[in-house]
């Protein structure tokens, strides 16, 4: 098994920022694509920000410039700096991760989720 534990998210005024971080532990072998996913009341869950194993990343065209991801691999972690948050990027962040484990296993992993509210 596979756990993931979010932290990072909370309160913040338009235009301030906020770091976000997902650690995986548990029976890893390797991690290949680590993401950001947001989910606001009412809409589906869409992708925010992916990062590969070799470091390319994929973004929302709603947070080019202002939304950078990265990871530490000898971590396993991968973070999301949010900057010029607006309003709009309320929601709820899911970090997933694609695990493969002791048993060469591809599969992916959901963090619990954490609370982003973009609010003066």
């Known amino acids: 098994q596979v756990q993931l534990v979010e932290s990072g998210g909370g309160l913040v005024q338009p235009g301030g920022s906020l770091r976000l971080s997902c650690a995986a532990s548990?029976?890893?072998?390797?991690?290949?694509?680590m993401g950001w996913y947001r989910q606001a009341p009412g809409k589906q869950r869409e992708l925010v920000a992916a990062i590969t194993s070799g470091g390319s990343t994929n973004y929302a065209d709603s947070v080019k410039g202002r939304f950078t991801i990265s990871r530490d691999n000898s971590k396993n972690t991968v973070y999301l700096q949010m900057n010029s948050l607006k309003p709009e990027d309320t929601a709820v962040y899911y970090c997933?991760?694609?695990?493969?484990?002791?048993?060469?296993?591809?599969?992916?992993?959901w963090g619990q989720g954490t609370q982003v509210t973009v609010s003066s």
């Open positions: 997933k991760v694609d695990v493969i484990d002791r048993l060469r296993l591809l599969r992916g992993y």
């Open positions: 548990g029976s890893i072998f390797s991690i290949d694509t």
